[in-house]
């Protein structure tokens, strides 16, 4: 079997990522596990499944966002609580027990409960609509916060003192009190009446007594747990570790002797950080990168000579034929991400793209972020504006924000400049997509493109044009490597100004998007358990990966 060990924390820490549903979403839920998880879930000819760490009361609910529901688990949190439901059900917050004579007030975005004309509890929900927190309240301060499992029961709950958080009690499925994190040092405490916690696997059920009812950290309870369970598990299983720096140093200890696959990532976790990872690379059977750039970097740190044969990039992204609409569009919509960018290349590059919009009346700058911040527009706006005022060209050519004009008739807003520049902010894959539908080509001269965006745009079919060299564009076929900025206006007329190149270019990237298939994946990770031999089980199961 293989055992997908993810990185799916909250800010480093041993807990889920769930959010309440008003909440906008800062980041993107889409990692290197859930691409390895929908792949074997799509092959159904090859035994994993998932190793959760972490506290993960609404799991069963990240699992369907991602299209994978039914995939295999085990839970850490599940063996010390002795949970044993495995199916979400529908939790209503009606059915919980209150206080006689309380009284729900519906808001736009929680619930509260009233007693006695004062607010006693406020209650959150998830973006499925499933109770996840309640607040209760005392005398008008937090007394307690209590977390609520997608399964149907109370499954964590926070006490609070006046200072602030003073400890975490995880729960069994009966509401007892399992396990106690002090927020102060962080030492952990078992209850003494239920000592034991619950291992299940491959149908086998095992009782064990916790060795301690002290511990200086939850980290040493987890990791007596997972040593626990992997002694059930069989010499020959494999294990798949995404990188992060809150499991590596538990994990490293743990999978001693084991058969181990690393998995890099994007930015999640740079080795060059993070000294004390070279243990850990120095006992991975093979090490699983999501580009080339990334397999270089880590030859270069590991100086390994065997490195080329157990180093391997697998895209975390599958390309797919996608017929975008920006051929049907009467505008040509320029696609130019700026997270990371420095301030002087920004200005550079929209002086750059002002000197073209001059010959180019049909083409729009898009302005692409995957920054969350409610602000962001408006911020990249305003640089926008200033840039094209000391550059002489048309302030009024970024969009105005929505209280740019305030005037009481359109006189200010029908004699300004038609705005020639907007902000496109994508935070999850599926904003992406539906972005990149629209554009023409994508622009990205950052020194580390991001892959999800490069692979969107070859599904497309879009001319890339590039600063540095990737695998996902070929110069002058599907894209331009472009050295010199003010070479710019020249490579993009190229493309908008002739339909012949950029009909050469899309049929160019979706020739070669075919190597970033999802049958072109699934080969690949062929040859990453082909790396281990006939030491696992797995060589009679190589036929369902083809």
Sequence with gaps: ??????????????????????VRRVHTEFDDTVKHVQLFQRSKGYPYQILLLGFSPNFRHFLHRQGVYRAPYWSCFDAIQEIRRRKAVVLSFHNMKWPPGIEFVYTMFAVTAMLAGEKYAQIEFGEDGNPIQIDIFREGRLYRRNFYDDRGFISGTVVYGSAGPLYQDYLMENGVWKMRCFQGDGHVEINPEWREYLLLYEGRECKMRFTKLSYDSLEQVIGEVLQAYLRMTKTQDLFCVAMHERHTELLGDALKGRHVILSFFEQRYLCREHPETSALLGMAGCIVTASRENSKQIRELTGDGDAPKRITDISPYDSRVDFGVSRQLEVQKILVPVDGMPDEVF????????????????????????????????RLLEQVRRCLRSTGYEEDWAAETEDRFVAENDLEREQA????????????ELSVSKCMREQRILV???DVPELFVQITALSVGIPQIVHRKTQFVEHKRNGFLL????????????????????????????????????EVLLEKWRGVIDFFGEDTDFAARRSGLE
């Design 1 to 22: 079997m293989l055992h997908l060990i993810p990185a799916w924390y909250q800010q480093n820490n041993w807990c889920e990522n769930e959010q309440k549903w008003y």
């Design 347 to 378: 200005d550079r590059l929209v002086e750059t793209l002002g000197r073209y919009l001059t010959v180019n009346g049909k083409a729009m700058v898009h302005l692409f972020t995957r920054v969350a911040d409610y602000d962001r527009k408006g």
């Design 444 to 446: 990205d001269l950052r």
């Design 483 to 518: 050295r010199r900025l003010d070479r710019l206006p020249a490579v993009l007329e190229y493309y908008l100004g002739s339909m012949k190149n950029w009909n050469d270019a899309m049929v160019s990237a979706y020739e070669l998007g075919k190597e970033f298939t999802t």
């Design 417 to 428: 400049a038609p705005a020639r520049f907007f902000v496109e902010q994508c935070v999850d």
